[in-house]
């Protein structure tokens, strides 16, 4: 209703980082999210639970995305997306389906003014002033590590494996349904609880020697009467799907030595001296100070003996890790960059896509632009 | 009941495609068509509190952010907490026991549902109800700001670049106070001032960075040892409830104040007429504007279906009933599919032009206006941008049986609620066809329909039929003062029926 709406001229600006599990939602020029919800909505159809990332179909997308931006204007926003500029904060790797999906419904249905669309790895620096530095974004489906330079993604450099919440989940069902017999598909929730409040990275040292003794077990209760063994061992192995090396010999910490090892040499000293950790898996008890211990191991491997580093240094970042990126939407979102850069309903309409880092067409335009991404 | 949260047995196409039932459905009655919930443009009308039921102005809302003051939720499960009284027992003075001291009542939050009190967690009673609850800040908050701020000017410090920029390339209009030497950094000079630049475009000094650790924090060694009490450690969602400190243990949960509620005001793409609006009142659950479906269009019912088989005719008796206050006749057509198809491709054509002719529009006259010495308050009561519409889109159901349609159509007498509790005067004037009206009763009518689930369907399968609902629609608003009698003219819906599933031979 326009009349009570206040004449200020600082509008409200959405920011939204949807994640695959989880979505970050809060307004530009805060400090934290208001609220981080699944993503994930209710299929009026079938009346279930569906996750975002589910989709079938680009139409199947576009509707999964009409209830899910409804909800969030609707039930946390409280304002009416029409006529306003919204930040979207999203990985360099988005999927082109997903974006566009995404444009068009914002733009089309919900009819917002502007769209701001930032890349994750860039602006979670923001919250920590510096412009240099190895992001490492270990999410739900997959880690991403991306090498920021004077504040511009090394795309050339990216390492990307399906390493996150996801594939720990996965681990840690084989690993109960051993340990448990007879106790097949644990809803995922369930895993993800047990993940949570009882698992933890262990120390590297503990995972070579045999005889150790393997931290007390967990009683967890399921179903209401009965009860899940949650034994040490399987509390201590289950983040191991991390750092265990796959048959290319990659892992975890690997992606972190390729992406240096494609990055100009002269920036791999600073690179080294400011490793960013940010996404909800890095939280884990035990995370970083494991992923330390595996990286010095690492470097005494002949293929990476050449980048003569001694140590790393790692930031710690002034939030919670699993909204770092969301945090750093949010600064941008609140300068003169929102009015600047923003992708408007205008140019939209006339060009019916949105400007991407991969579509050449785009990065013309952005030459003359000097650059949507890394403006800072 | 069981229509509106069962199954949707009975279905009719939106306008713009998507198949609901009738209580989900709006008519718009300027531009005489369905609409549902996906393509009218919902807006955010009022905002209240759902538990004390109280109206909150938006720029209250906005600095409050979205939440209730008083109200509070449990951080444990999510449940509303209650404020609770403990009184304290008269302090019992030894020295002067004749006076003793009044009671002093002190409050504590509690969740009647999963025990949990604010006590758990250390929060001292409070001696108001409504208490000064204290609230956490975010520790970082300082160290932010002074990020935000620097980046702030950065940009500021870009834009006005840009503009000067632009203002140099101009170069052939004198400045006034070039001309006569009068600079502002002059006449500073002159009074005596300090010579400043523009705050704005004072060179800002980056903040300082971040400083990264050699040292990551360790694994605790008692992890290994100490037993975990799943009771102590909060689950994710608690921890999601409170983004910003994401307690790990339950002793640092803190009540959460409770999120806000909206009404909403519903409203046309097309005309940009209101289909629905709530009143103001959090506590009326009433409408201002209610152009629901339901009060315009026939509502169709399933009465009964003989046993379907594949390939046999079978008899379908449906009920109609007419809700508006006039006089409506219903022909039953033949439902075609191809033509939503053939009307999603022409307002696909319409689109382009449609918006090719926004832009030419827009470009001359979005300038002038902005540039003008207009106050910067008013730009912000720019008129409402028209919307777009939502795209129609193909009718997504299969229909799998035949309608036999009738040759005759029957008219519904309005709807006249003193007539319900009226049984002697049921007698009508209405001369009908016998094969196709079974039986009439005030405004409803029950139809009897040939219906043949074609031939190839497997047993079990469910059948699907459709047809098109023709109505005599009266539109009552005089839009126009020369035509003062309502118009009438004809709606088509088409409705889809699920009928239940194909059963074996006898």
């Not at chain 1, 399987?234 to 191991?240: D, P």
């Not at chain 2, 047995?9 to 549902?36: D, E, M, N, W």
């Not at chain 2, 005596?192 to 924090?217: R, S, T």
């Not at chain 2, 129609?392 to 799998?400: L, W």
Request: hydrophobic residues 35%; proline residues 6%.
């Amino acid at each position: 209703m326009p009349i009570y709406e206040p004449l200020s001229s600082e509008k409200l600006t959405v920011v939204l980082d949807i994640g695959t599990a989880f979505t970050k939602f809060g307004f530009t020029s805060e400090f934290a999210p208001r609220y981080i919800i699944r993503s994930e909505v209710r299929c009026k159809r079938t009346n279930k639970i569906r996750k975002l990332s589910s989709y079938e179909s680009p139409e199947d997308l576009h509707d999964l995305l009409v209830d899910f931006i409804h909800a969030i204007y609707f039930k946390f926003a409280l304002i009416s997306p029409k006529d306003r500029p919204i930040v979207i904060v999203e990985s360099l790797l988005c999927p082109t389906l997903f974006r566009e999906t995404l444009a068009k419904v914002l733009f089309l249905q919900y009819e917002v003014s502007s769209i701001l669309v930032l890349p994750s790895h860039l602006v979670a620096l923001a919250s920590l002033a510096v412009d240099t530095a190895m992001v490492v974004d270990v999410g739900y489906k997959e880690a991403v590590v991306f090498p920021v330079c004077f504040g511009l993604p090394i795309i050339q450099a990216w390492q990307a494996l399906p390493l996150g919440g996801e594939a720990v989940h996965n681990h840690l069902k084989s690993l109960l349904s051993n340990a448990n017999p007879g106790l097949q598909n644990l809803p995922e929730q369930i895993l993800e609880d047990i993940k949570v409040r009882c698992c933890f990275v262990t120390k590297k040292s503990r995972t070579k020697s045999a005889d150790i003794v393997p931290p007390p077990d967990v009683k967890y209760p399921y179903k209401g009467a009965q009860t899940l063994t949650v034994t040490g061992k399987v509390r201590e192995t289950a983040f191991e799907v991390l750092y265990e090396e796959d048959n290319d010999h990659l892992c975890l910490s690997t992606m972190i030595l390729d992406a240096l090892l494609k990055v100009d040499i002269n920036l791999r000293h600073s690179l080294t001296q400011n490793v960013f950790l940010i996404g909800g898996t890095t939280m884990t008890i035990g995370f970083k100070a494991r992923l330390k211990e595996e990286l010095l191991s690492q470097l005494k491997n002949e293929q990476y003996k050449m980048l003569n580093i001694k140590e790393f240094k790692f930031h710690v970042a002034p939030c919670k890790e699993n909204y770092a990126s969301w945090l750093g939407g949010s600064i941008y979102g609140a300068t003169e960059f929102l009015n600047l850069k923003a992708v408007t309903k205008d140019f939209y309409l006339r060009e019916k896509h949105l400007p991407d880092w991969i579509n050449l067409k785009d990065v013309v335009g952005l030459k003359q632009d000097n650059g949507i991404r890394g403006a800072f | 009941m069981s229509y509106i949260t069962g199954p949707e047995v009975v279905s009719y196409a939106c306008t713009c495609g998507l198949l609901k039932p009738i209580p989900q459905l709006y008519f718009c009655r300027h531009c005489s068509q369905l609409r549902c919930g996906f393509c009218v443009c919902h807006e955010v009308d009022s905002i209240f509190c759902g538990k004390c039921s109280e109206n909150i102005p938006s720029a209250e809302a906005r600095v409050k952010k979205n939440r209730c003051a008083s109200c509070f939720n449990c951080p444990s499960c999510h449940q509303e907490l209650s404020t609770r009284i403990a009184t304290k027992g008269p302090v019992v003075n030894p020295e002067d026991a004749k006076q003793p001291s009044p009671h002093k009542k002190t409050y504590y939050l509690s969740c009647y549902f999963c025990r949990w009190n604010s006590r758990d967690v250390g929060i001292p009673d409070q001696g108001s109800a409504t208490g000064a609850w204290p609230e956490r800040e975010n520790v970082h908050a300082h160290r932010l700001q002074e990020i935000m701020d620097t980046y702030k000017q950065v940009m500021m410090s870009q834009k006005q670049q840009k503009e000067n920029d632009k203002k140099k390339q101009r170069g052939k209009f004198v400045s006034f106070t070039d001309r006569t030497g009068v600079t502002s950094s002059a006449i500073r000079k002159r009074i005596g001032l300090p010579d400043i630049p523009h705050a704005m475009l004072k060179k800002p000094n980056p903040p300082e960075p971040a400083v990264a650790k050699l040292e990551v924090e360790e694994l605790p060694d008692s992890l290994f040892t100490d037993p975990v009490n799943l009771l102590e450690i909060t689950t994710i969602e608690q921890r999601h409830l409170q983004p910003e400190t994401q307690a790990a243990t339950v002793d640092m949960l803190f009540p959460i104040h409770k999120q806000l509620s909206i009404k909403r005001s519903l409203r046309c793409r097309r005309c940009e007429h209101n289909v629905s609006k709530p009143e103001y009142n959090p506590n009326s659950v009433k409408f201002k504007i209610q152009l629901f479906a339901y009060y315009h269009i026939p509502e169709v019912r399933i009465v009964t279906v003989e046993p379907l088989r594949a390939g046999k005719t079978c008899e379908l008796i449906l009920k109609f009933t007419n809700p508006t206050q006039h006089e409506t006749t219903i022909a039953i057509k033949y439902v075609d599919l191809e033509q939503q198809a053939t009307y999603v491709e022409e307002q696909k054509l319409s689109d382009v032009i449609e918006v090719l002719e926004q832009l030419s529009l827009q470009q001359p006259t979005s300038l002038p206006s902005l540039s003008g010495s207009q106050p910067s308050s008013l730009l912000s009561l720019t008129p409402r941008q028209p919307s777009i519409t939502v795209k129609p889109r193909k009718i997504n159901e299969e229909v799998n049986c035949d309608v036999a349609i009738p040759d005759s159509s029957f008219i519904l007498p309005p709807r006249d609620d003193a007539a319900e509790y009226d049984d002697s005067t049921d007698t009508h004037n209405i001369e009908d066809d016998p094969k196709l009206v079974k039986w009439r009763k005030s405004n409803k009518a029950f139809i009897k329909l040939q219906v043949t689930p074609m031939a190839h369907l497997e047993v079990g399968k469910e059948v699907i039929c459709g047809f098109t609902m023709q109505h005599i629609y009266t539109n009552v608003i005089a839009t126009t003062i020369e035509n003062k009698l309502p118009q009438k003219y004809e709606h088509n819906v088409r409705v889809f029926l699920r009928l239940g599933n194909v059963v074996g031979q006898e």
